[in-house]
């Protein structure tokens, strides 16, 4: 999966916002932390859920536990609006 | 082709149209000015399909077919190409109305028909001749390095209120409909989607990035609050005393 071609992402101090260009499905805008930037970032590429929290392990040097339900949640709310190509 | 040149937010806007009506329109922003800093030019098929855009937005709506007709649909393309190259200038084109008080902007932002011309018009009530509107619909915002300056346009509103001047933004309200009078500050973190959502956007990807790291400087630079209100003018009298901030008593 990856994130689609028509979605961007725009960083300001720590929050990253992702919004369409075009908005036909979704025309909001979805507000994270620098988790979900990291996450949106290696979606830039088609990848697994599994290649993500492990990306994210070794950039945060977190428990893999917590990374594993952020990256679902985010990635649960990247499907709802349609922001995901898989 | 009919042309004229227009001055809106510093710029001098050289427009080659269609029809008459958008010069009209425009009239009182018309300048003999020689210098140009950029061209807007409308062909057939943008009015074609701004007209279809307008009729799927609001088939029923009872004016419909007066906004549809084409030298109507022209108007609000030329307003479209007008924000999309004023980025380049650092320019935005914002939803909202916007009243001045002792040189200090305040804008009021919401979906059409939530109350932010009505609640300005408290405003006006309450503060008479110490307001002056600057646009009651379509402001243009210059983000500069420390403030955002609020400009009048001809696209103000069905009643026509605004003027050609350039006022600096002190603070923008979110509003919504209320029972009882309420405002907060907000986060701004927490505001920038909200703000986001009227602020016109380009379908271009680069200029949308631009749009958004404007908008992103033009709230660094401004206080935001969130309105609730009603339309007693003890809505306008709670917002105003609010949004001036303490320096206003100390300059009194």
């Known amino acids: 999966m990856k994130l689609k071609s028509d979605y961007i992402v725009y960083e300001s101090e720590g929050t990253t916002y992702l919004t369409p260009v075009s908005g036909k499905e979704f025309n909001g805008m979805v507000r994270g932390n620098v988790t979900f930037g990291a996450i949106l970032n290696c979606l830039k590429k088609d990848v697994t859920e599994e290649e993500i929290v492990e990306a994210l392990c070794k950039q945060f040097d977190a428990v893999k536990e917590d990374v594993e339900k952020d990256v679902k949640k985010a990635v649960t709310s990247l499907r709802s609006i349609g922001a995901i190509e898989e | ?252």
């Open chain 2, 1 to 252: 082709m009919i042309k004229g040149v227009y001055s809106f937010a510093g710029l001098n806007v050289l427009i080659l149209s269609n029809y008459s009506f958008v010069h009209d329109f425009m009239e009182e922003y018309r300048t003999i000015s020689k210098s140009i800093d950029f061209t807007v030019v409308v062909n057939e098929q943008e009015i074609y399909k701004e007209q279809q855009f307008l009729r799927e937005l609001g088939p029923e709506d009872e004016y419909i077919e007066s906004k549809c007709r084409p030298e109507n649909a022209e108007r609000i393309v030329v307003l479209k190409k007008i924000a999309e190259q004023a980025l380049d200038y650092d320019i935005i084109l914002y939803h909202g109305s916007v009243i001045a008080v002792n040189n200090e902007a305040y804008m009021f932002t919401a979906n059409s028909g939530t109350g932010k011309s009505t609640h300005v018009k408290l405003w006006r009530e309450l503060l008479g001749d110490k307001s002056v509107m600057v646009n009651d619909d379509k402001p243009l915002i210059k983000i500069k390095q420390d403030k955002a300056i609020a400009y009048g346009t001809p696209y103000n509103g069905k009643h026509h209120l605004g003027n050609d001047i350039g006022v600096p933004l002190k603070a923008v309200a979110v509003i919504y409909q209320a029972e009882e009078n309420i405002i907060e500050e907000i986060d701004k973190k927490a505001a920038y989607p909200m703000l986001y959502k009227h602020v016109y956007h380009p379908e271009d990807k680069v200029k949308l990035l631009k749009t958004m790291d404007l908008l992103n400087r033009m709230v660094k630079n401004i206080s935001i609050y969130k309105l609730g209100c009603n339309m007693d003018i003890s809505a306008a009298e709670l917002a105003w005393k609010t949004m001036r901030g303490n320096e206003y008593e100390a300059k009194k």
